[in-house]
């Protein structure tokens, strides 16, 4: 048997697809034109950029310690403190009549030999003179205190509302850092 050589038939494009072919390759090829003049323009940038890379450290450094920063300062407080409480006491002490007391009291007497007899006795306590006594009450206070002291105080930055404002601006600038710095 003889092999019988293929015959190729030849195609013919449409004139609207031919167009779209030729489109497609001249705007390919104006992509790929615009790409390279962006990446050299990039890379002129980059190196224009240069002059800034100590400003931008200094930015980047600066941003870092507020950060890290710490708000130290010393409170001066002078102020009355009210205090309102009751205090029990449960206690024996010794109490100190400050004036004359006139007692006037019935009193039984026995009289050995003759029996009981019902009296009136009337004393007085002098002034001055020192009586114990059990107390057992409770008092209550209300008053104020005077308080003068200075406060120590130490606020981490990254504590107050401050904290998150920072992050964030460090995260703004650190891709200006990447791109001077070369590692982008």
């Given amino acids: 048997m003889s092999a019988k050589p293929e015959t190729v038939e030849r195609v013919d494009i449409g004139r609207g697809y031919k167009v779209m072919i030729i489109t497609s390759f001249v705007v390919n090829i104006i992509l790929i034109a615009v790409l390279v003049i962006l990446g050299l323009q990039l890379f002129i940038l980059k190196g224009g950029l240069a002059p800034l890379k100590p400003t931008i450290a200094q ?9 890290n920063a ?35 009291v019935p009193a039984n007497i026995t009289l050995p030999g003759v029996g ?24 209550p206070l209300e008053s104020s205190v005077p308080v003068s002291l200075t406060v120590p105080v130490s606020i981490p930055l990254k504590d107050t509302e401050l904290g998150p404002q920072f992050q964030s601006l460090g995260e703004l ?9 070369g590692e982008n």
């Fill in 173 to 181: 600038v650190q891709p200006l850092a990447d791109l001077v710095n």
């Fill in 59 to 67: 930015l980047t450094s600066t941003i870092e310690g507020l950060q």
């Fill in 116 to 139: 009981f007899l019902q009296a009136q006795v009337d004393l007085n306590l002098p002034e001055g003179l020192e009586l114990p006594v059990f107390l057992n009450m409770t008092i």
């Fill in 70 to 104: 710490t708000i130290r300062a010393q409170i001066p407080l002078n102020e009355q403190l009210p205090i309102k409480l009751d205090v029990p006491v449960s206690q024996e002490t010794i109490v100190r009549v400050t004036r004359d007391v006139p007692l006037s």
